[in-house]
């Protein structure tokens, strides 16, 4: 079965600073998968690579089985591959109905399938329906951190790509979180998170990555990570 996404010797650089070295890993369709790795690792870069945002010292990035790679950031959101980033970076001033409109750019022409899409993150994101007159920066962080998911997903994307949902959250908001991942991908999402807090992404993915250093450190099913100390070597070095 062709990869929903498929990175394949990817390397990376700001300037002269090679920040990611010859990664490589495949995430299949309708699952969570998770790039672990501590501050710095390189995990953000990855991110920005997948989305368009950082272009590639060389290596490929493929879509089911298209390569995406130096594609301008809108079409690969064209192609299915929606990013929310980390920090939030909502529009403070617009509310939360127009916040939600922006992510639906792709679907200028579709206002059926936008209507939709709008009433399944009201579903999800119930908070959002109550508050979607009120300007973006009136909502709490938690608020905030749902209003960026449902943005990413008004693009319709068969794979979304998530940086740091955590950062920033008290531990009921992340509980939250993490069930509110759990439904996104028993839905049939792809959802590819990077993420500090191993503990909440071996709450939601299955299978995944460690990065330290700019390099896979691990690949597989994330439940080998229990018992071993591949984390520990990752996060505190050694």
């Not at 060389?58 to 929310?84: E, Q």
């Amino acid at each position: 079965m062709t990869p929903a996404l498929e990175i394949k010797n990817l390397s990376l650089a700001y300037g002269v600073n090679r920040v990611v070295r010859d990664v490589n890993f495949a995430v299949e369709g309708s699952c969570a998968f998770a790039i672990l790795g501590p501050n710095g690792a390189g995990k953000t870069s990855i991110l920005r690579a997948i989305s368009g945002l950082m272009p590639a010292v060389s290596g490929d990035i493929r879509s089911n089985g298209h390569s995406i790679i130096g594609l301008r950031p809108y079409l690969i959101v064209a192609k299915g591959v929606s990013h929310v980033p980390e920090g939030r970076k909502i529009f403070p001033e617009m509310s939360v109905l127009d916040n939600l409109l922006v992510g639906a750019t792709v679907l200028i022409g579709d206002r059926k399938r936008l209507r939709e899409l709008l009433e399944r993150n009201f579903q999800l994101f119930p908070i959002l329906r109550e508050r979607a007159k009120l300007p973006g920066g009136a909502l709490s962080g938690g608020e905030q951190q749902q209003l960026t998911v449902a943005r990413g997903l008004m693009a319709d994307p068969k794979v979304l790509i998530v940086d740091e949902p955590t950062l920033g959250l008290a531990p009921a908001i992340i509980l939250t979180m993490a069930d509110m991942f759990r439904r996104l991908r028993d839905l049939g999402l792809t959802i590819v998170i990077a993420e500090q807090n191993a503990d909440f992404a071996l709450k939601i993915a299955t299978s995944g990555v460690v990065i330290s250093n700019g390099q896979v450190k691990f690949a597989g099913e994330l439940a080998a990570l229990r018992h071993g100390d591949t984390l520990k070597r990752a996060y505190l070095g050694g």
